[in-house]
């Protein structure tokens, strides 16, 4: 027994071992990279900011340039120096609503079926199918557009009501991509749930309508609304379906029929086009996408103040 | 025990997960207006049989019963019994305060609510809370959150909030387990003082629990050799802690198991 217990403890080479602190170099090693990983991605989000003001204020030092005129003018007709965003803004959030409409009642019907309803075999089989439609590449969503929705909303409303570009088109098609998002992110808070809560309600005699509905969703409703959150600044930033199917030139109209371009529209025609570094049209697309990454960063610090302020409801 | 004064009767109750049996041949015979615990080891079985009362087993979508559980002169698993009205007579209180995410006032309105309470909710919420023995520490504060209260008060909502809609019978799994020796001595005392209108039905870990505060104990354990539990013993409190009938419970009621 004795001799076992040396054997053991001299298969350790404790004979040297003293408290001396000692240093670890595969564990500087992987902090060090992870630090650099996360760093590097800092480094990116300021240079944009950098980039993205630097221009911008060029555009606003400029003496055709009032920051007033900017915010409130009606005309957006940089060559004969107009400058307001109006007409680019107002079919921005045309767009996102026509998005929403159908993102939202869609996306949550389909979190609170596929959470709540869905037996594990029909969740396999569908979660993989939404996420598929998350995944298909814009420019072709663009086209789906135009070529599909365009033509049948012309065909229901009458070819002299709808525009073939419109951005009630664009905007639809944007509900069906952002769908996916709001399903998913939603699911995972209706799912985050505690199932102590739902045995809390059947344990009562509700129904499982009255426990989806009244205890579930209103405890989840943090995340749901951080969902929603997202999904209106990712209609705000999309690009490329409004830019094929939205319609060419600022247009000020409320009419989803009619064609208006939004202001990432407005920001790939007028880069796309032969202009040259220091005109002011070039500096204008980086003052419309200044106002594009300040709105999103709001609705992001939103949703984080959202989740943040009701996280603990049910914990 | 006289037959009218049965609320709960099983009939050869075998309770399955799938294949696997969990509780086999349990036939016994729960008073009203009594309390009546359930003892035994862990993993026996005793919050299967519990949950099998108000058919909250069926949440868990492989599970089945065999036999039968009469409650008002019917068999609960008949084809055309309704779960929900089921649950809406026989309530549960949980092993952890699972209050809503909601205030104090609504936790205790909300199922009233949902089964179309026609009288003052205001009322309702006034004397359930002086029930449960929560009304003098909460009533200045009915619209705040359900959360913002202790363990102990949670769990003394979670009574009134199942006392609320008047179910004959309340099951009560462990409800003491997530708290401190003071709020658990409520929860006792508060049992104590609903015995006179409701049935309980309480599973307990606690001995000392079970012996003072039922009048009734079912003492469960495997069937030798199987994973399957079932009641051992089942008589009155002070006859299974003094005077077992089967040497296994004696063993487990002095501390001298396995």
Request: aromatic content about 8%; hydrophobic content about 45%.
């Amino acid at each position: 027994m004795k001799n076992n217990e040396n054997k053991l403890s001299d298969s350790f080479s404790r004979q040297n071992t003293t408290l001396k602190k000692r240093r670890r170099w595969s564990e500087s090693l992987i902090q060090g990279s992870l630090f650099l990983a996360g760093f590097f991605s800092i480094l990116t989000t300021a240079g944009i900011i950098f980039t993205l003001g630097k221009e911008a204020l060029l555009f606003f030092q400029k003496p055709e340039v009032k920051l007033f005129e900017f915010l409130t003018g009606t005309a957006w007709q940089p060559h004969i120096n107009q400058f307001g965003i109006l007409p680019l803004a107002t079919s921005t959030l045309l767009t996102t609503a026509v998005a929403m409409l159908i993102a939202i009642p869609l996306g949550l019907t389909v979190a609170v079926f596929l959470s709540e309803y869905a037996s594990r075999k029909v969740r396999n089989f569908l979660k993989p199918i939404l996420e598929v439609l998350a995944g298909i590449p814009t420019i072709v969503y663009g086209y789906f557009a135009l070529t599909f929705i365009t033509p049948l909303l012309r065909e229901i409303f009458g070819k002299d009501v709808v525009n073939i570009y419109n951005t009630g088109s664009a905007g639809l098609v944007m509900g069906i991509l952002i769908l996916p998002l709001i399903a998913s992110i939603s699911e995972d808070a209706l799912a985050a749930v505690p199932r102590s809560l739902r045995e809390a309600g059947y344990g009562l005699g509700a129904t499982k309508f009255e426990v989806v509905f009244k205890i579930v969703l209103p405890a989840a409703l943090s995340g749901i609304s951080a969902a929603i959150i997202l999904g209106i600044s990712r209609a705000i930033g999309e690009t490329m379906i409004v830019a094929v199917a939205a319609g060419a030139g600022p247009n000020l109209t409320l009419n989803p029929f009619k064609g208006a371009e939004t202001m990432t529209g407005h920001i790939v025609r007028i880069s796309g086009g032969d202009l040259s570094y220091d005109s002011i049209d070039y500096d204008s697309i980086f003052a419309l996408g200044l106002v594009l990454f300040l709105s999103t960063l709001l609705l992001n610090i939103i949703s984080q103040w959202i989740v943040k302020r009701f996280r603990e409801v049910y914990e | 025990m006289l037959q009218n004064d049965v609320i709960l009767e099983t009939h050869d109750l075998k309770i399955y997960y799938g294949d696997f049996k969990a509780v086999t041949d349990v036939n016994i015979q729960i008073p009203q207006k009594r309390i009546t615990s359930i003892i035994g080891p862990s993993g026996c079985g005793k919050s299967t049989l519990l949950r099998a009362f108000n058919r909250m087993n069926e949440l868990v979508p492989s599970s089945h019963i065999e036999g039968e559980i009469i409650f008002d002169g019917k068999n609960l698993y008949d084809r055309d019994v309704d779960p929900v009205q089921v649950r809406y007579r026989i309530g549960m209180v949980f092993q952890r305060p699972n209050p809503f995410p909601k205030s104090i006032y609504e936790n205790v309105a909300w199922a009233a609510r949902i089964h179309g309470y026609k009288g003052s909710l205001d009322e309702l919420v006034e004397t359930t809370l002086i029930k449960a023995a929560l009304w003098d520490e909460v009533k200045d504060i009915l619209k705040q959150s359900a959360l913002s209260l202790s363990g102990g008060q949670q769990q003394r909502l979670c009574v009134a909030r199942a006392l609320a809609i008047q179910p004959e019978v309340i099951l009560m799994d462990e409800p003491a387990s997530a708290l401190d020796p003071i709020a658990t001595l409520k929860i006792e005392e508060l049992m104590q003082s609903l015995k006179e209108n409701y049935t309980i039905v309480i599973v307990t870990h606690n001995m000392q629990q079970a012996a003072r505060a039922s009048d009734y104990t079912a003492m469960m354990m495997l069937v030798e050799g199987t994973r399957s539990g079932t009641v051992i013993e089942f008589d009155e409190t002070n006859k299974v802690f003094t005077r077992p009938g089967d040497k296994r419970t004696e063993d487990y009621v002095t501390g001298r198991f396995g």
